[in-house]
Nanobody, 127 residues
């Protein structure tokens, strides 16, 4: 069992930066993929970024060039650096772990390939 725990959300202004952290607990080692998804009010869950166990990263079209996902295997922590934030980035951001899902779920950003989900952290970007 893996329990992702997100932190770092908050209220920022447009153009600001914010870094989210995710520290999965319950399973030692880092031989699984991790991802960030978000959900705005009244909308479905959107692919933000994923990273596999070897460090290859994939991004949703709306965040390419502005967000960066990284992982620190020593601390088993995954980060999402968000730059040039826009009001449309406002959402609850979820961290997820893909332990048993297909490998291509990370590249496709398919939430169905992720087995464990955090409770989410709110990011609000004011204009």
């Amino acid at each position: 069992q893996v329990q992702p725990v997100e932190s770092g959300g908050g209220l920022v202004q447009a153009g600001d930066s914010l870094r989210l952290s995710c520290a999965p607990s319950g399973r030692a080692g880092s031989r699984y993929g991790m991802g960030w998804f978000r959900q705005a009010p009244g909308k479905g869950r959107e692919f933000v970024a994923t990273i596999n166990w070897s460090g290859n990263a994939y991004y949703g079209d709306s965040v390419k060039g502005r967000f960066a996902i990284s992982r620190d295997d020593a601390s088993n922590t995954v980060y999402l650096q968000m730059n040039s934030l826009k009001p449309e980035d406002t959402a609850v951001y979820y961290c997820a772990a893909s332990v048993y899902g297909p490998h291509d779920a990370l590249e496709r950003g398919d939430p169905r390939g992720f087995d464990y989900w955090g409770r989410g952290t709110q990011v609000t970007v004011s204009s």
